[in-house]
């Protein structure tokens, strides 16, 4: 790890960063403006999840409480990647609500895409960010606990990702190891490298790789329905 000393800010692709970043903060968004276009996104999520289904209403709302919570927990612990992790697992809650009945069998997409979440996602971005983190005090796992610990903490809930594919509800068990395939060059792959080289620069990597994966898993799904085969 000595080895791989990378900047705090990373100049690579970041798709959470591609257009501008933090524009209220920038000055570049008036508050005014900001505030009316969070209440209409928000008013109108909100009705197209009850046209869907009253539990997606229901699920939306949670995630929302979710994400405040996230939000309060800025400067408090790391351990609030596990509500993050939560409150994207209930978005996946809610797609299943709005195609079919609710059934235990979509604990298996809520887990998946939790741990997707935790780390295929906040971790791996928050070790990306460690340096303007530390800046402004937002506690993580990387800031805490340092940028080893953070990689290998992104890698280990990002193997239990993959192992987490067999859990879900595929037509053949040939999916489920087109699936895994896929894991091993989306996530495992990147994730050897993050584990050798915990930089900002490498998990920037990871997270643009691993940000791929769900796509990548619903494709491998679809599969029959696309193609007939399988």
Same mark, same amino acid.
């Given at each position: ?202 998990? +920037? ?15 491998? +799904? ?9």
């Amino acid at each position: 790890a000595a080895l791989c000393v990378g900047p705090g800010e990373v100049a690579g692709l970041d798709s959470d960063t591609a257009f501008e970043r933090h524009p209220l903060a920038r000055g570049d968004l008036s508050l005014r403006v900001s505030l009316a276009w969070v209440v209409a996104l928000a008013a109108l999520s909100a009705v197209l999840a009850y046209l869907l289904s009253p539990v997606c209403l229901l699920l939306f709302g949670a995630a929302v409480a979710l994400e405040i919570v996230y939000c309060a927990l800025r400067a408090v612990t790391p351990w609030k990647t596990v509500v993050s992790g939560v409150m994207v697992g209930l978005g996946g809650v809610a797609g299943w609500a709005a195609a079919a009945p609710l059934s235990w069998r979509a604990l298996s997409v809520f887990g998946f895409l939790a741990l997707w979440q935790i780390g295929g996602r906040n971790i791996a971005s928050d070790l990306a960010d460690v340096e303007s983190d530390r800046s402004v005090g937002v506690t993580t796992v990387a800031t805490v606990y340092g940028p080893a610990v953070a990689a290998r903490a992104a890698c280990v809930v990002g193997f239990a990702t993959l192992a987490s594919i067999v859990t879900l509800p595929m037509s053949g068990g040939m999916l489920s190891d087109l699936a895994l395939v896929a894991g091993v060059f989306i996530v495992a792959w990147p994730g050897a490298k993050l584990w050798y080289c915990p930089t900002s620069d490498e998990a +920037a990597s990871y997270l643009e790789w691993v940000s791929l994966y769900p796509p990548a898993v619903l494709l491998v +799904a679809l599969l029959p329905t696309l193609f007939g085969v399988l």
